[in-house]
């Protein structure tokens, strides 16, 4: 069939200013609720399209390779403009977040020592008045757990670290989710943390994430530990929430500080393609026992050989269903764990 083509008119989606962390005008999509047509904020990233941008569709056509590659250039060739990139990018080379200890003693631990288990908050720590969190209900449930894994390249090449890290957390042991032929089986879902997520941090239920300034009229974070000394990490009472959710239908619930955060050792917690190798090593751990240690709530400690695939019931890990979720960070460490597993694993000829 002949003819011009007839383009349709670009889309213009609609415009909403939104509050912490942004606190600037973000496109979106609308929806009609039953009083009126609300705009949802959504972007695909925080780049949007220059004001008189005249091409077709800014998100396919300035985000290709040949486009980074002429950008890369461009910045290369310009040091002012290549510093402010370089300085960020050592931002991520080496950075520790831990706040974990600095409200309560409790719980307080040297992560890249060697620690006595006991010393790490236990749930039933959560359910004091002054925070009654669910997450305490299932103490009785809950090994903490330390698992031993290497370096990453930049600590033993840069650093010269090459002892081995410990990354340390919680396991709760659930009932069981019901398969296709209405039997139980056990399932692990391992949930990792962002940078702001540490296990066993105190959030208090006063606390705000953010306040409203009227002299800028803009939300502004607040950053914590806090002057009152009542919260440790913001979030954490969120977090722990869905832990517990998860547990009540079922799942066997894994969930560790990340490497460089909270009460694991580590120097660098910005290395997600790392950490999403941790995952399959702590799964290798949970069925062999080398480099495992587990504290049951009654004070029984498992090391090594005894730890042997108690926690999978018998099971072979690769045999156990599982399901890997995270927060911000964390969600970095599930898509690297996935594309490991699914594509650069079996690439490798490895069984998946």
């Known amino acids: 069939m002949k003819g011009?083509?007839?383009?349709?008119?670009?889309?213009?989606?609609?415009?909403?200013?939104?509050?912490?962390?942004?606190?600037?005008?973000?496109?979106?999509?609308?929806?009609?609720d039953p009083k009126e047509s609300v705009c949802i904020p959504f972007a695909q990233t925080n780049q949007q399209p220059t004001e008189g941008y005249q091409g077709e569709d800014f998100y396919i056509e300035e985000f290709t390779d040949a486009k980074?590659?002429?950008?890369?250039?461009?910045?290369?060739?310009?040091p002012d403009a290549a510093k402010p990139i370089i300085?960020?990018?050592k931002s991520f080379s080496l950075s520790e977040f831990r706040n974990t200890g600095t409200v309560s003693p409790i719980g307080k631990i040297e992560p890249n020592e060697d620690v006595n288990l006991a010393n790490i908050r236990r749930p039933a720590f959560f359910g004091?008045?002054?925070?009654?969190?669910?997450?305490?209900?299932?103490?009785?449930?809950t090994y903490i757990v330390e698992f031993t894994v290497p370096r990453d390249t930049?600590?033993?090449?840069?650093?010269?670290?090459?002892?081995p890290i410990k990354l340390r957390g919680w396991f709760i042991e659930?009932?069981?989710?019901?398969?296709?032929?209405?039997?139980?089986?056990?399932?692990?879902?391992?949930?990792?943390?962002?940078?702001s997520i540490e296990t066993t941090a105190i959030h208090h239920p006063d606390d705000p994430l953010y306040v409203y300034d009227s002299e800028t009229k803009e939300y502004k974070g607040i950053s914590y530990p806090n002057e009152q000394k009542t919260t440790e990490k913001w979030g954490l009472r969120q977090w722990r929430g869905y832990l517990y959710a998860l547990n009540q239908v079922g799942f066997d619930v894994l969930?560790?500080?990340?490497?460089?955060?909270?009460?694991?050792?580590?120097?660098?917690?910005?290395?997600?393609?790392?950490?999403?190798?941790?995952?399959?090593?702590?799964?290798?751990?949970l069925e062999s026992g080398n480099g495992l240690r587990m504290l049951a709530s009654t004070g029984e400690l498992f090391v090594g050989e005894q730890a042997t695939g108690k926690l999978l019931r018998g099971e072979q890990a690769k045999s156990v269903p599982v399901i890997i979720g995270g927060s911000s960070q964390g969600s970095m460490v599930a898509a690297w764990a996935m594309q490991k597993n699914f594509a650069e694993f079996c690439h490798l000829g490895i069984s998946c």
């Not at 930049?154 to 002892?163: A, D, F, G, I």
């Not at 019901?178 to 940078?195: F, P």
């Open 154 to 163: 930049y600590e033993r090449l840069h650093l010269k670290v090459c002892t």
């Open 128 to 141: 004091q008045s002054v925070y009654n969190e669910n997450i305490a209900k299932v103490d009785d449930k």
């Open 255 to 285: 969930t560790i500080d990340k490497r460089g955060h909270g009460i694991s050792g580590g120097l660098s917690a910005s290395d997600t393609g790392e950490q999403a190798e941790d995952l399959f090593r702590m799964l290798d751990q």
């Open 68 to 78: 980074i590659k002429e950008k890369w250039q461009a910045f290369s060739q310009d």
């Open 87 to 89: 300085e960020l990018a």
């Open 4 to 32: 011009n083509i007839v383009r349709p008119e670009p889309i213009i989606p609609p415009i909403i200013h939104i509050g912490y962390d942004k606190n600037e005008d973000l496109p979106g999509f609308s929806y009609q």
């Open 174 to 195: 659930g009932e069981g989710i019901l398969d296709n032929s209405g039997n139980k089986t056990h399932a692990i879902a391992i949930m990792i943390g962002g940078r």
